[in-house]
């Protein structure tokens, strides 16, 4: 497991963690509050300039995490052309992409520790009538390090089979996927228990 957090340093990396996180929930709600295909277009081209700033390491890093969605995209747009609305496709599309940008934005500009930090003191009231909250922190943060952890061996296992087969991958690298996900999990719960589980 790696990090998330960019090594290129931003304005971003120094804002508190509780204020990006605040900002991303209220403009995720006006991504879905708005339908115009325009409004859409120029937050995704800002959301692209706003990773050009730092560099060009930046821009890679943030775009790759981008490029990541394209199976959903190609989803999206086939069925709105299948039905004849290819306008609402691409608001659905662009609406995911910038949603996704300015979400990856705060991850690589936040530390991991830090958004623990924001879930913990949010967990507090909790807490206070007996309810072990450890396992939601531990849980949020799997679950950061782990999505881009299996993503890309997802894609050496598609590589893996097109070097072996002219055959498309598609389900066929499922069930090995799926082995080496619990494999990860089984190694992280061992590891866990190791370090005395959820209750310390």
């Excluded at 990396?13 to 339908?35: P, R």
């Excluded at 199976?71 to 992409?97: D, Q």
Aim: glycine fraction near 8%; charge should be positive; proline fraction near 4%.
């Amino acid at each position: 497991m790696i990090s998330l957090t960019s090594p290129v340093e931003t304005r971003a990396h120094g804002w508190s963690a509780g204020a990006k996180l605040a900002a991303l929930c209220g403009a995720t709600v006006v991504l879905f509050a708005q339908e115009g295909l325009g409004f859409h277009a120029v937050v995704f081209a800002a959301c692209l300039l706003v990773y050009r700033l730092p560099g060009g390491r930046f821009f890679r890093a943030g775009v790759k995490g981008l490029v990541a969605l394209w199976p959903f995209i190609a989803v999206v747009l086939v069925w709105h052309l299948v039905i004849g609305a290819p306008v609402e496709g691409l608001v659905v599309v662009l609406r995911l992409l910038s949603a996704v940008a300015l979400a990856n934005l705060v991850t690589m500009t936040t530390r991991l520790s830090a958004m623990i930090e924001v879930v913990r003191w949010l967990a507090a009231p909790f807490r206070r009538i007996g309810v072990n909250t450890r396992a939601l922190e531990i849980g949020i943060a799997l679950v950061v390090r782990f999505t881009p952890t299996l993503a890309d061996k997802g894609a050496q296992l598609a590589q893996s089979w097109s070097a072996r087969s002219p055959k498309k991958p598609s389900w066929r690298i499922v069930m090995p996927f799926t082995v080496l996900a619990i494999d990860d999990a089984e190694y992280v719960a061992e590891a866990l228990k190791a370090r005395g589980g959820l209750n310390r």
